[in-house]
């Protein structure tokens, strides 16, 4: 196999130098030469492990003949940044982290990559940069978290915060119970958040190893999957098979058929178009919408169901719901494997992996259906809908499996709040009365950023007088955490002028998953036709300006300035 950087070697003899003097030896720079790139850092548990399997992906490599350099650029976790202006650096981060990749792997010819991590932005920037510099390369899942005390999530916090910031409901003793049990290990939280739906997606385009998806991060498993991305790296450098040829439109189809199936986190909606985007192509959000009317939802996977993604991937994971749904996926597209998704799933039979991790499900009282369903005995299709309307033009996203029936279609007064921290406040303070509709706005991707609303979002649902009651409509974005009747993502935005700037406390909401609609009914209290409220929002929008940022720096100004609407993926 000719090394693709024997050219460039040949042109500088220090660049052999500097390779030597980082500890190669003579005989590895002749070798070809494998970027392993991972967020390794202290930043979160998604993170803090990724160094050792790196090195596994580093021996992997070296044992089928190549030779592997460590990077790192650390990403950042929305937990850390949850309530304050961090958050607005978040969905930046996606971006930042690309770029890097970008110049690591652009300014050496790498004959291949091997690109890992776990969590929610950093899972699609990698496969950004995997589209964009379309060398040979392998996603490496960095898996789940173990579960916490009876089996709960990191999310408990939504609990612990709203409590905490009520007089006396709650104690120090419980707050330091949670902080020391909330996380218990590394890997990503154990529900099926943003991390954990990216890292199905990875598998799901064919771009993992199958089966590598939410592999718990303390077991022997994941080590080994490291050690054979290393050796599956090699192989597709040998012969050559790019992301392009895996990340197709069949691919794209096939993961958003397996978020249909799962349940996964609205924010592939902004991710996955996003990658696509790297590739030259478009992925409208049509195509969510009419795979979600069809397919059938199986997992029973939190914040839709009452599981964690440890009993999902003992359950067979991401390969048993491919197997469920083979008669929907396109079979015949290519993998990192270098085989089809097709022959994976028959090796993966037949190597055993279905029944091996049974025995783990046996072990918390669990059988594969009371995690993974059959398509015969789904109760809903779907989990996600894309709502359209005067209020949305352009499209808002609710996940409606993790939406109570009776809100799924609902009319309710407006409160309007320019800013996530105020929502929170009067969440706190009993200012929100049930019926109501939160509006946030100046949340999105121009806006502010596009920050998760999640502690407005947990505030709601944990407290027992607004559960079940209460609705939010924003520009922003949620965890894949959020539970409830949460409708996100609305474009245009308010930051752009979008109708979300122009509406007022004491409108009329009424929005409808089944119909999929979000529509402004009336103004101040009093139901209007559709004429009527298209000339009163006209009027008001000749009065009144959006509320644009100004002021702003480096990345984050770059962001705001550029960001592409939350229906084209937020990128810029």
């Known amino acids: 196999m000719k090394q693709k950087s024997e050219r460039e070697r040949r042109l500088w003899a220090q660049f052999d130098a500097l390779q030597l003097g980082s500890g190669w030896a003579e005989e590895d720079i002749e070798k070809p030469q494998i970027l392993i790139e991972d967020v390794y850092g202290d930043s979160h548990p998604g993170s803090v492990h990724l160094n050792r399997l790196s090195d596994q992906v580093k021996w992997g490599v070296l044992s089928a003949g190549g030779y592997g350099a460590q990077y790192h650029v650390t990403d950042i976790c929305d937990g850390c940044a949850q309530g304050h202006d961090g958050m607005n650096l978040v969905l930046a981060s996606r971006e930042a982290i690309c770029d890097m990749v970008e110049v690591h792997a652009g300014a050496v010819p790498w004959d291949g990559m091997v690109l890992s991590s776990s969590c929610d932005k950093s899972v699609p920037a990698h496969l950004k940069a995997a589209a964009r510099m379309d060398i040979p390369t392998v996603f490496l899942p960095g898996g789940s978290m173990r579960p916490g005390p009876y089996m709960t999530t990191s999310l408990v916090a939504g609990d612990i915060s709203l409590r905490e910031k009520r007089k006396n409901e709650i104690t120090k003793e419980e707050i330091r119970e949670y902080k020391l049990t909330g996380c218990p290990s590394a890997g990503a939280c154990t529900f099926l958040g943003t991390a954990s739906t990216m890292q199905c997606m990875a598998e799901a385009l064919g771009m993992a ?107 067979g994971g991401i390969p048993m719901v491919q197997m469920l749904l083979k008669n929907y996926l396109n079979l015949d597209v290519m993998t990192v494997t270098g085989k089809t998704l097709g022959e994976n ?50 499209g808002s996203v609710i996940k409606y499996s993790a939406c109570a029936g009776e809100l799924r ?58 559960n079940g009651k209460v609705s939010l409509v924003t520009d922003g974005r949620f965890s894949g955490a959020t539970r409830g009747a949460a409708i996100g993502h609305v474009s245009p935005e308010a930051a752009r002028g979008g109708p979300l700037a122009f509406i007022r406390s004491g409108d009329l909401i009424h929005y409808d998953v089944e119909k999929r609609i979000l529509d402004i009914v009336g103004i101040a209290g009093e139901k209007m036709t559709p ?42």
């Open 409 to 466: 279609s609902h009319t309710g007064t407006a409160k309007v709040f320019d800013c996530e921290e105020d929502a929170f406040s009067a969440v706190v303070s009993h200012e929100i009365e049930q019926g109501d509709i939160l509006v946030i706005r100046y949340e999105g991707p121009r806006g502010s950023g596009m920050p998760e609303m999640l502690m407005t979002t947990e505030a709601i649902v944990c407290d027992k007088d607004l």
């Open 345 to 394: 799933l028959e090796d993966i039979r037949k190597e055993g992996f279905f029944e091996r991790n049974l025995g783990y499900l046996h072990n918390y009282g669990l059988k594969r259906q009371d995690v993974i369903q059959e398509p015969e005995d789904a109760e809903e299709k779907g989990s996600i809908a894309i709502l359209k309307g005067n209020l949305a033009p352009e």
């Open 531 to 572: 004429e009527k409220i298209a000339e009163e929002m006209e009027r008001r929008k000749s009065e009144e300006d959006p509320k644009l940022p100004a002021g702003r720096k480096g990345l984050f100004g770059r962001y705001t300035r550029h960001a592409l609407s939350a229906m084209q993926g937020a990128g810029y």
């Open 209 to 315: 190893l199958p089966g590598s998806a939410l592999v718990p991060a303390t077991m022997r498993d994941i080590s080994e999957y490291a050690r054979r991305a290393g050796k599956a790296v090699m192989n597709l450098a040998r012969i050559d098979l790019k992301p392009s040829q895996i990340m197709t439109r069949e691919a794209f189809q096939n993961a958003i058929i397996l978020h249909s199936a799962i349940g996964g986190s609205t924010n592939a909606t902004l991710h996955l178009p996003s990658i696509a985007s790297e590739l030259g192509m478009e992925l409208p959000m049509e195509w969510f919408d009419e795979i979600n009317h069809e397919i059938p939802h199986l997992c029973n996977l939190t914040p839709s169901g009452t599981q964690l993604t440890e009993s999902f991937w003992f359950a």
